[in-house]
Nanobody, 114 residues
Framework: QVQLVESGGGLVQAGGSLRLSCAAS????????MGWYRQAPGKQREFVAG???????NYADSVTGRFTISRDNAKNTVYLQMNSLKPDDTAVYYC????????WGQGTQVTVSS
């Protein structure tokens, strides 16, 4: 079993920045992929960014150039640096880890005011 705990969400004005963290604990196997998803009210959960154990990254088109995903394998932690935030980025952000199984965190709210 793997536990994921997100932190760093909050309220920010448009154009501002936030940094999300997600700490994983438990039976973490490598290689794995850690990622961030988000779900806005009334919408489906969508992919934001992902990073492999080796550091390969990919991003949704909507966040490319504004968000940066990184990870610290020694701490089993993944980060999401979010810059130039827009009201459309408002959502609950979830991290996950995919190794031998898929696990999700409980989510952290990000609200961007205009």
């Amino acid at each position: 079993q793997v536990q994921l705990v997100e932190s760093g969400g909050g309220l920010v004005q448009a154009g501002g920045s936030l940094r999300l963290s997600c700490a994983a604990s438990g039976n973490i196997f490598r290689p794995n992929v850690m990622g961030w998803y988000r779900q806005a009210p009334g919408k489906q959960r969508e992919f934001v960014a992902g990073i492999s154990s080796e550091g390969r990254t990919n991003y949704a088109d909507s966040v490319t150039g504004r968000f940066t995903i990184s990870r610290d394998n020694a701490k089993n932690t993944v980060y999401l640096q979010m810059n130039s935030l827009k009201p459309d980025d408002t959502a609950v952000y979830y991290c996950n880890v995919l190794g031998v199984a898929l696990f999700w965190g409980q989510g952290t709210q990000v609200t961007v005011s205009s």
